[in-house]
């Protein structure tokens, strides 16, 4: 059972980067999928979340409005569109996996997580 985030970078503000969460060894289908960055000196924080089904998705009021949450089942991946992005965007970016339908943007929540993945934005 392996997540694997993927798709950070440095960009500049305003930017948009789309990071990818990649299962393998268990199918997403049933699986609630969150996302979580923590920024250097700082706690992790819930970003995005969405339901196995797909049909509910929240997000964190600092991102609400520029990061979109999506999944594709049969890539067996779940995606964040993430635009307008500003400096304090800047951390390293986590995909975690729940079993169950419902979605929250708290960590322990989730059963399984991927590595990270770096995102920097330069003003």
């Known amino acids: 059972v392996q997540l694997q985030a993927s798709g950070g970078g440095l960009v500049q503000a305003g930017g948009s980067l789309r990071l990818s969460c990649a299962a393998s060894g268990f199918t997403l289908d049933y699986y609630a999928i969150g996302w979580f960055r923590q920024a250097p000196g700082k706690e992790r924080e819930g970003v995005s979340c969405?339901?196995?089904?797909?049909?509910?998705?929240y997000y964190a009021d600092s991102v609400k409005g520029r990061f979109t949450i999506s999944r594709d089942n049969a890539k067996n991946t779940v995606y964040l569109q993430m635009n307008s992005l500003k400096p304090e965007d800047t951390a390293v970016y986590y995909c975690?996996?729940?079993?169950?339908?419902?979605?929250?943007?708290?960590?322990?929540?989730?059963?399984?997580w991927g590595q990270g993945t770096e995102v920097t934005v330069s003003s």
């Open positions: 975690a996996a729940a079993i169950g339908p419902a979605c929250g943007l708290i960590d322990d929540y989730y059963d399984y």
């Open positions: 969405i339901s196995s089904s797909g049909g509910s998705r």
